[in-house]
């Protein structure tokens, strides 16, 4: 959560978080983060797994977190119009892997979450070509902890 809070920051309308990682390796724990960095309290984030797309106001920036776990025909992703939300906020997808070639944006964060042992997880940030990687405000990585 510490990171996505960091990383919040950093983020400007229209920005995307697209998010990949096993089930239990921190997505919406990490998207929990990136709304207390926006100002939206991070009790009100759950997943969406059921309802697909949930839109939290009232912070720095709206956001809306889409799930595509039970999602797997392109066409249904496609139905959910992700080219057309969030332009004034940001975006963020867990299982981003099953959005089709054709809807995945040119700029984006792309966030690695992998299981480490016990709670240890290991997050990869990046940005997709064109826009560079921008540091994070805070501590350094080496300094993230939630224990």
Known sequence: MAIGRDLAGTLSPGDV????????????????????????????????TFTLVQEYRGGRLTLVHVDLYRLNDPREVDDLGLDEIAVDGVLAVEWADKLPPALRPPHAVVIHL??????????????????????????????????
């Open 17 to 48: 978080v697209l998010l990949h990682g096993e089930l239990g390796s921190g997505k919406t724990a990490f998207v929990k983060g990136l709304a207390e960095g926006l100002g939206i309290a991070r009790d009100e984030v759950s997943s969406p």
């Open 114 to 147: 992998t299981h480490g042992e016990a709670d240890v997880r290991t997050i990869e940030i990046s940005r997709t070509p064109g826009r560079g990687v921008s540091g994070l405000p805070g501590r350094p990585f080496a300094d993230y902890s939630d224990r």
